[in-house]
């Protein structure tokens, strides 16, 4: 396929889905989660980029989840939403670093790890539904990108913020987390609840037999 023809499609998606109240999440398993998203390079214009980014916020709000990334709602487009309300438990929000982050947009990022410190969490993803799985991620990375106004980004992000710009900035290149988790903790239904309620996961470690380094 020509990328004229490739973008009409794009641009076909995109006004077709903008038009719901909330987009479908896709779940592991379709192909648009492992094939790295196109870099935005302007195949939509500033209107239709502003009302993809309104339907993926609002799409990420109601899940609700902290992250969505395009390819999530079926777009190989490399943009992706953020916004953590943060923890009600404070114990938790020490433990993983994790306060409030306001929202953010994210075009084309690229990150890389800043010092060789990991964390390991409990996560999930809202196209793994149900599931959460420990995963080592750099504690501090250097995000760089773009945002929805094309001003640059280049800067440090550090703690739970981190592990989701990783998170996010993975689903545009076809990772997904249960890629980088280990298997072992991976828990669903109430054990799942169970594990990513606990502030930190020394104990899931010892119960289900994995290594935290
Ligand atoms: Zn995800």
Redesign the pocket.
């Known amino acids: 396929m020509s990328a004229a023809e490739s973008g009409s499609r794009l641009r076909d998606a995109v006004a077709e889905l903008v038009e719901l109240d909330v987009a479908p999440i896709v779940q592991a398993g379709d192909p648009v989660l492992r094939h790295g998203a196109l870099p935005f390079d302007g195949q939509l214009d500033d209107a239709e980029l502003t009302r993809l980014i309104e339907l993926m916020t609002r799409t990420m709000r109601a899940a609700p989840g902290v992250?969505l990334?395009a390819p999530?709602i079926g777009l190989p487009l490399a943009i992706a939403v953020i916004e953590d309300p943060g923890p009600t438990d404070p114990e938790v929000a020490e433990a993983r670093e994790r306060d409030q982050y306001p929202f953010r947009v994210l075009v084309n990022p690229a990150y890389e790890a800043v010092g060789d410190e990991r964390a390991w969490f409990y996560e999930g993803?809202?196209?793994?539904q149900g599931w959460a799985g420990v995963v080592g991620r750099a504690r501090a990375v250097h995000l760089t990108g773009l945002d929805e106004y094309g001003v640059v980004l280049d800067e440090e992000v550090t703690g739970w913020p981190a592990r989701i710009v990783q998170?996010?900035t993975d689903?545009l290149l076809g990772v997904?987390?249960i890629d980088r988790a280990e298997t072992r903790s991976l828990a669903t239904g109430a054990a799942a609840a169970h594990w990513a309620n606990d502030p930190h996961p020394h104990a899931a470690a010892r119960a289900l037999g994995f290594e935290l380094d």
């Not at 993803?125 to 793994?128: E, G, P, R």
């Open positions: 992250g990334a999530q993803c809202l196209s793994v998170h996010e689903h997904l987390y």
